[in-house]
């Protein structure tokens, strides 16, 4: 498996683990209308303007390609002081999660701020097993928040590292 900083030419392959996730992770959450519109091509087309502009790693396997990203940068609400850092999205093919190329992606994203030593937080729709691996990595779970999705309100839990060096891997 090789973790790098994601290029213009992996836009497709992101977009496709984007879209596998969601589905295969959020469908018994997520209303099926709005994953029924997530496509491909609108995605990579979304990606390609995110990787020339943002932080964005991905692991990839030889045979396969593309298996996983994470994508952050600063935090985007403004709600939760003095944390500066944010993990936007952090998704692993079903059939390699468990496989350690989550923390190896959010190692590789941590190595690339330039100030190591900020706060962190991510979100994470509550029903999410994704909530399992984050409190695995020492963060602490700070806010719950409604968001709506297609008309439907869902928990979004709110977790944080105090210091991106708490991340325990």
């Not at 939760?80 to 998704?91: C, D, K, P, S, T």
């Not at 330039?114 to 999410?128: M, Y």
């Not at 409190?135 to 928990?155: F, H, M, P, Y």
Request: charged share 25%; hydrophobic share 35%; net charge negative.
């Amino acid at each position: 498996m090789d973790i790098r900083k994601a290029q213009q030419g992996d836009a497709l392959g992101v977009a496709e683990v984007q879209v596998d996730t969601w589905h295969s992770t959020y469908s018994p959450i997520v209303p099926e209308s709005y994953l029924q519109r997530m496509t491909y091509a609108g995605r990579e087309k979304k990606w390609r303007k995110i990787i020339a502009a943002e932080q964005v790693y991905i692991a990839s396997v030889p045979a396969e390609g593309i298996v996983g990203f994470i994508h952050g940068g600063p935090e985007r609400s403004g709600l939760y002081a003095g944390f500066n850092q944010e993990v936007y999205a952090l998704y692993i093919r079903k059939e390699h999660q468990g496989k350690g190329h989550g923390t190896r992606l959010l190692d590789a994203w941590r190595t690339g701020l330039l100030h190591r030593d900020v706060p962190v937080l991510v979100r994470v729709l509550e029903d999410n097993p994704a909530c399992a691996f984050y409190e695995k990595k020492g963060a602490g779970r700070i806010d719950s928040q409604t968001v709506t999705i297609d008309g439907v309100d869902l928990e979004e839990a709110v977790y944080g590292w105090g210091d991106i060096r708490q991340i325990d891997f």
